[in-house]
């Protein structure tokens, strides 16, 4: 597929159990992948309802009775399902981050790779901005967005040395915030630390973190009993949280236990963390930091 080759997509659908006249919701469409291989696997009285953000995705869509496609973030998840008279659903599939697509067009601004003004926004309607972020907040809240989602331990630096050159001319584009922070960035990991920065800026345009966080407390109200959920992270921010939800239904810190010392917890975890094969990641190199974790409600 052009728009974006589907990473661990059997495994990830396998993982769902489908039944056949079950309801279904891919809540990161992209170019479709996941979502034509759960359609295959329903039948005339199967639905599936798929979310995304991005204009580009949308001109994806599967001309199919079973399908409707919500123009909308995944964290109005619960929302958008009422608006259309569903409460309860069979399975729900995320594959997060940034579509092969958004990487691969320039003009978006998401790599490291083109000269592109600043822009990384998924949806394309949002007012804030990679230019945003780097020309107008506060070196605190600069070296706070670069030290928790870049995950960059000279975050201060980096941050004082974007406000030190701004001050003498915006920076417009992703070439030009590479020249700026061209010290901080040794050629032999040159690959590594850009792709922190701009994951950094990124997660921040896109309130990845938060909306996320607002997906996942939804999950347990919408699964019917016995559904999946099935999510794919592909750095340790997300899987961190995607872990600890499975595990605990909280984001920090530990379960209340009653009396009798029991804890209540709303899902519990199906099967073991799934990785890309070898085969998978010589094929498609962006599977290769993919983790799959599979859960159900308790």
Known sequence: MEYHNPVLL???????????DGVYVDVTFGGGGHSKEILKRLNKDGKLFAFDQD?????????DDRFVLIQQNFRFIKRYLRFHGVK???????????SSHQFDVAERGFSTRFDA??????????????FQVVNFYDEKKLSDVLFQYGE?????????????????????????????????????????ILAQIFQGIRIEVNQEIEALKEFLVQIPEILSEDGRLSVISYHSLEDRLVKRFIRNG????????????????PMKKVGKLIIPSFQEIKENNRARSAKLRIATVK
């Open 10 to 20: 059997k495994e990830s659908i396998d993982g769902l159990a489908i039944k056949p």
């Open 55 to 63: 204009e580009d995705a949308i001109r994806n869509i599967i001309e």
């Open 88 to 98: 309860k659903v069979d399975g729900v599939l995320a594959d997060l981050g940034v």
């Open 117 to 130: 003004d600043l822009d990384m926004r998924m949806n394309q309607t949002d007012v804030l901005s990679a």
């Open 152 to 192: 960059l331990r000279n975050a201060r630096a980096l941050a004082n040395k974007i406000v030190e050159a701004r001050a003498a001319k915006k920076i417009k584009t992703s070439f030009e915030l590479k020249e700026v922070l061209n010290e901080f960035v040794p050629k032999a990991i040159e690959h590594k």
């Open 250 to 265: 909280l984001f920090e810190g530990e379960p209340e236990k009653d009396v009798f010392g029991n804890t209540s917890v």
